[in-house]
């Protein structure tokens, strides 16, 4: 997913408003309509609980909690990711994520079918 049109220094909180924010980027409405899933994949992004979705109106339905997990590889030693799979509801029309600029930007995939 390309969400190059963001907002610097801004992310979005918990009821889905934005919040001017040093050292954070959130992005602009994504259009996910036509999609009821989508997979993130973020090494080390600081997504955790400040993405949200809303419907066609751009009302806030609900935040997204994304999370890492610390992984142990004996060749790499333990590293940070997030892997989460999450079905959109069906009134969601609207994405919007956070991140800290401090990290690379997760990877999104949107999917109609598992």
Known sequence: MNYNDTTANSYIDTTGNIIEYNGWTSSTYIDISNYKYFFVY?????????????????????????????????????????????????????????SSNSVPAPTFTLSSSL
């Open 42 to 98: 973020s090494n080390g992004s600081s997504l955790d609980k400040w993405n949200a979705l809303y419907d066609e109106n751009l009302n806030y339905i609900r935040n997204l909690t994304i999370t890492d997990s610390q992984v142990q590889n004996s060749q790499l030693g333990k590293l940070s990711l997030g892997l989460s799979l999450i079905k959109i509801e069906d009134n969601a029309k609207y994405l919007r994520v956070s």
